[in-house]
Each structure stands twice: as structure tokens, then as C-alpha cells.
């Protein structure tokens, strides 16, 4: 999120008491989609700001909460640092920070700082979009931790069950759609925790050791990245219709990459599947449509598919 941008949402909530996210986007020029998604993190960082359902419903400061910088207290300017910083360090981005920063009381300050490169956020859930969940037991403290650079006795709770306690130097947290991770320095070397599976959080009294050079931003690339070629470990070229584009997005979602178009006028694709037999079959529902380029396996496969609905429906009488 634009950090001009997350004021502009303040401002706007404190001036009209209730707005949606239609209203937003209206105003601030941005899609409805990216209006809500701001509106979410602007709450998931502990801003005092919740959505109402229902026909006449909108979003709103609770209880009235303003919003004027100087009137902010040390827990809400941290708050909005951590979902101010997060966005590609533009220029412009960098001098609305330090605008930003100006404004604030002087004891915020430094904690606003360290807050504004302490969160990343991605909104492109790990596969289908989650609904808006509320904020981790734990997540308070680790933003503590992470901004004040000090290490933590974690307790935590793996997929497989399995309980550990360890100590770990916290770097950053990142929010993937609605689900929040704890990206942290350990002796087995950088890990990542989900905070929803976080046990405790206790401070040691010691200082965090940050690696040189460590951007939280790039971090989290490498990280999903990594994650997303364990999910979907087959890669699949292929050419397909422009007018399949947008099924393919809401089939694939964020597994689907869009090139440059072709001489022929279709578009080049990229789609990842967890293996052959299951992106064959989501992909034979499109026919001519889409043609697998490679691997030659999944060729095969939708070849294999087509002969079985030809045996079956081949010479069906109409």
C-alpha cells in the first residue's frame, strides 16, 4: 500500500464517518478490488477501522477515532507504519514516508521508521483468496520484537504437529493475503513461521542480529517463490486464445503467467500444477482453445484424454 495513499483512506474515514470501498476507489482513482484490500490491511495492522455488513454498511473508525497524525498514540502510529512501508520503495514512496514521518510526535519517530520497512504484504493468497481472518494471538508482540530488533524464545507449532521452542532473531513479518508470516534468523539459518501456529513469544533481553544487506522485500520474493514452484512443481508452456485468458486466471489464479502475444495472435501462457494428471485434466476442458507446447508428457496425456472422449461419445446418435 502507497503510503500517500493509506493517509488519503484515513482522511477520508475520519471525514465521512462511513464509506465503502466503492466510495473509496471512486475517490482515490483505484480499482474496487485494491480499495478493499487496503481498507483489510489498514485493520489487520490494529488500526481502529472494522466493516460493517449489510445493505447500509461501510467501513469505519470505531468509536468515532480520529485520525490527525499528531493525535495519533504510539500504538497506532506503529500500526500505520507497518502497512505504510510495505509498497516498492519508489521516490515518491520514500517522500511521503519522510513527510509522514515529520508529522509524527518525536518519541514515535524511530519506532515509526523501523516500522515502515518491518512488514511486507502480498495480497496474492496461496492459491484461492481466504476470507479476512482476525489478527494472530502473537502477531503484536513479533511486530514488537521486529521493530525493536530483539531476539525471542518461540514456541511453535509445525504442520506436522510437531511442538518446538527456539530462539530466533526476528526480521520482518509478511501478510499473504490474510495470513500473516514471521520471516526470522535462526541457527538452522532463515525461516519462516506461520504466526497462527505461534505458541509464545518471549523476549531474551538480546539484541537481534540483522544480516548485512538483508532486504525483507526480496526476502519474501525468494520465499514465495520457493513456495510456489513446492506447490505446483510442474511448468506448462503453452499458446493459448485470448479469449480463454480470464477462465484460465479464475482456474489457475496466481498459477498462471501471461507473455507476450504470438504472430498467430494467440498469447503465450505459463501455468503450474502439483503434476501432469491433474493439470491435464483442467486443462482438456478448453480445447483447441489451449495448446500445451510442453512437457511432452502432459502432451501425451491430453492425447490419451481426447481418445477416451472420442471412444465414449464418438458415435453418440445426435
Known sequence: MRADRLVAVLMLLQTRGRITAAEVATELEISERTARRDLDALAMAGLPVYSQPGRNGGWQ????????????NAAEARALFLVAGPSPATPELKAALRKLVRALPEPFRADAQAASTAVVVDPNAWGRATPTRPP?????????????GEQLHLGYVARDRASTTRVVHPLG?????????LVADTDAGLRTFRVDRVTSAERTGE?????QGFDLAEAWRLIS???DQLRAPVRVLAAADVSVVPLLRWVFDTQVRVGPAR?????????????VEALAGQLA??????????????RAELARIADELVATYGNHPG
Do not use: C, M, N
Open 61 to 72: 473508525l470505531l468509536g468515532g477515532a480520529r485520525t490527525d497524525l499528531s493525535g495519533l
Open 136 to 148: 494472530p494471538q502473537h502477531l503484536d508482540a513479533l511486530q514488537h520484537a521486529v521493530i525493536e
Open 173 to 181: 513479518l509478511a501478510a499473504k493475503g490474510s495470513v500473516w508470516y
Open 207 to 211: 539484541k537481534a542480529v540483522r544480516p
Open 225 to 227: 517463490a520457493e513456495v
Open 263 to 275: 504472430p498467430d495472435g494467440r498469447i503465450d501462457v505459463a501455468v503450474g500444477g502439483p503434476h
Open 285 to 298: 476442458g478448453f480445447g483447441a482453445r489451449i495448446e500445451v507446447l510442453e512437457p511432452v508428457e502432459l
